[in-house]
């Protein structure tokens, strides 16, 4: 008899705690604890990333007189460029997951990198020294990679996850290709709470990935520099900045102001020409750019000739007058100096035959002749376009850290 009493009141028991089980994951209402869908964003980056109060990517300020835009049919979003910038700083996009994006493009140097070939996967290095995405955005050009090789930014993201040396899912040699990388990352928990948030599912496509990506890198500005505080006073760039020193001024004219060159080549006066390239106030690379005289590769192994795209000149040393070099797609040019020396004497090297007409006037090598003086002037007012925030600001930093 006291085995039949255990043996109620055991499945009376049992039955209460399913009763109670079912209430509590009762989707229905009451008294019900709701799953958290962004318990493994939390778990993983705390309130580094917090879907319910995003960080302000979509509507930045930017000065009035930067008018030039490269977004296309991809406008920026808080969601999306959030989800970019988890995607930009996981190591995960990698084969061996220690490489991500940031890796190469690092926010204390303006997302570039001050090693000259940046390291890969498995002892690879980047074929290109890394350029500098900062105000990537803000150009007439819409071609990227140093050689032009996608035809936009969105296209561009994905690249160095497929290339073999940098992140590897390049399919070849028997690794993974890119498929693999979207079953990865469909795996980890915290992208499909992501995906769900920004697209309404899980599904992790490349296209995705890449209009996340170019979001991110999209957003990523700059304009609180010297420069542009003075820009604001003044109704146009060839007026003196009233905050700039006469040094600084003096570059700044020398910088705007076309070169007047003899039939050899040799300049007799005017400014040295860079706005020619590198036209104010975004200071991008205009998009029919030739070769600018730098033909070599990193590590020696012949010429390269089809490099004609920069990254702008903005953020070419950071406010406290820090360069983020080394310049160039060889890295070979380690100071600003250095860069603005390159330009004060041009050589047309054998075999290069896609030099930059602005720099061969009359068909010679141009010869700017920049005195002392005039060298130290244009230095000192490049490096009034460098900010501050961009090194910063936390919307823009590893989440993962």
């Known amino acids: 008899m006291s085995r039949i009493k255990l043996t109620i009141a055991t499945l009376v028991a049992s039955v209460f705690i399913i009763i109670s089980c079912s209430k509590n994951n009762d989707t229905g209402g009451g008294d019900v604890t709701p799953t958290d869908p962004y318990a493994a964003i939390k778990a993983t980056f705390g309130t580094r990333i917090d879907p319910t109060n995003l960080a302000n990517y979509a509507n930045q300020a930017k000065p009035a007189y930067i008018i030039k835009e490269n977004t296309g049919a991809n406008p920026i979003t808080n969601a999306k460029a959030t989800l970019g910038r988890v995607l930009f700083y996981d190591k995960n996009l990698s084969i061996d997951n220690t490489v991500s994006c940031g890796s190469c493009h690092r926010q204390e140097f303006a997302f570039g990198d001050t090693a000259i070939a940046s390291r890969g996967v498995a002892g690879g290095t980047t074929g290109r020294h890394s350029m500098r995405l900062v105000n990537a955005r803000f150009a007439v050009e819409t071609k990227f990679f140093w050689d032009e090789r996608a035809a936009t930014l969105e296209q561009q993201t994905t690249k160095p996850i497929q290339d073999h040396a940098e992140m590897g899912f390049s399919g070849q040699a028997g690794r993974p290709g890119l ?81 007047v060159f003899n039939g050899a080549g040799v300049r007799t006066g005017g400014g040295v020409g860079c706005n020619g390239c590198h036209n104010a106030p975004e200071f991008d690379i205009a998009p029919n750019s030739g070769n600018n005289g730098i033909i070599g590769r990193i590590g020696g192994g012949g010429i390269d000739i089809t490099n004609t795209r920069a990254p702008g000149l903005r953020d070419l040393a950071n406010a406290a007058g820090r360069e983020n070099g080394p ?20 050589n047309i090297a054998p075999g290069n035959t896609n030099l930059d007409p602005k720099l061969t006037p009359g068909g010679n090598g141009q010869q700017l002749n920049m005195t002392g003086a005039e060298m130290s002037a244009v230095i000192a007012f490049l490096k009034t376009l460098g900010g501050s925030n961009v090194y910063t600001d936390a919307k823009w930093s590893n989440p993962f850290q």
């Open 179 to 259: 498929a693999d990388l979207l079953a990865k990352l469909q795996a980890i928990k915290y992208y499909n709470e992501l995906f769900k948030f920004v697209y309404g599912d899980i599904t992790v496509t490349e296209a995705r990935l890449q209009e996340c990506l170019a979001q991110f890198v999209r957003s990523i500005q700059s304009f609180d520099s010297k420069y542009d505080a003075g820009r604001t006073l003044v109704p146009n760039d060839g007026a003196p900045f009233p905050n700039f020193t006469a040094q600084e001024n003096q570059g700044k004219q020398l910088f705007l102001g076309p070169p």
């Open 327 to 346: 310049f160039m797609h060889t890295g070979n040019l380690a100071t600003i100096q250095n860069a603005v020396g390159h330009y004060n004497n041009i």
